[in-house]
């Protein structure tokens, strides 16, 4: 049985971490309502283009640029979405977890990928890892802002259109509630009119000077808020998971006080029996 000196010690230090979980779990929340905010922000922009970007398709079949080209799959980029620091518990994982196993399956296939991490632990994790990587995106979640995005999204186009990639997925945790973060996969490149994903698309859409001139200029910018969306998305997923992380380390925290504080006073009740018999027994040995 541990001494007393040991027990208490270890209660102290299991309160010291508590008061560290509990104040994290509190900034947390705070940036989580933050974030969420500016998701919903994004999110009525982002669905806007991309119902406008969907009626310039209604009607015209024939409508095709460098960003709808759909080519034979020589060469994909994968775009994960991380954090860039720890302690959100499974968030980072669940994501390496995904670029591992699709990076799996297209080279069983035959298809090289080559991975665009954003943020610093998938950036670590696809290094680690030996996976091909450009680290263009590495410091977007850095204070991310739309010019960033907008600058990460030109380098994707880019290499798009001069051929070096073929495809471009993105992997995210898109925000459902709290505790639940869906990590999702999508292909930003190339666009694919897809008429069940149920975007509203404006009626009677007059564009000028043309359909496909219209295209080229909506296009980078449906890329750019879709990019901007992720980011925000991701840190908001990232705020909640961490949230859930230090409730559940509080928890278990508080659990193990309750043991140690009963392995106390069991241990000092102990000690303060033991007292008393030697006392008693040194008594009638006077006798």
């Known amino acids: 049985m541990a001494s007393l000196r040991e027990t208490k ?13 509990s ?23 982002d669905t806007n283009l991309h119902g406008i970007l969907a009626g310039l398709f209604e009607g015209r079949d024939a409508l095709e640029c460098a960003f709808t080209t759909v080519r034979p799959l020589k060469r994909i980029a994968i775009v994960p979405f991380s954090s860039d620091t720890g302690l959100c518990g499974s968030y980072n994982a669940n994501v390496l977890k995904e670029v591992e196993r699709l990076v799996e399956d297209w080279n069983r296939q035959g298809v090289e990928v080559v991975v665009y991490p954003v943020g610093e632990k998938i950036t670590h994790g696809a290094l680690k890892a030996g996976f091909p990587t450009n680290e263009a995106g590495r410091r977007l979640l850095d204070k991310p802002s739309l010019i960033k995005c907008k600058a990460f999204g030109n380098t994707l186009m880019k290499a798009f259109q001069a051929g070096e990639i073929d495809r471009v997925d993105i992997v995210y945790h898109r925000l459902k509630s709290v505790t639940k973060q869906l990590l999702t996969q999508q292909t930003m490149l190339p666009y694919v009119p897809d008429p069940s994903a149920g975007v509203a698309t404006p009626q009677d859409l007059v564009t000028e000077p043309s359909p496909l001139a219209f295209l080229r200029l909506l296009f980078p910018q449906v890329m750019t808020s879709h990019l901007y969306l992720a980011v925000s998305e991701s840190i908001a997923s990232e705020h909640a998971a961490r949230m859930t992380a230090m409730q559940i380390a509080t928890d278990n925290g508080n659990e193990l006080l309750k043991e140690l504080t009963k392995l106390y006073n069991k241990t000092r009740q102990q000690a303060i029996t033991n ?13």
């Not at 104040?23 to 922009?45: G, P």
């Open 9 to 21: 010690n270890r209660i102290n230090s299991v309160q010291n971490t508590l008061k560290i979980t």
């Open 275 to 287: 007292e008393i018999l030697d006392l008693v027994g040194g008594r009638a040995r006077k006798r």
């Open 23 to 45: 104040a994290m779990k509190l900034i947390a929340s705070a940036k989580f309502h933050q974030a969420q905010l500016a998701v919903k922000k994004v999110q009525v922009y």
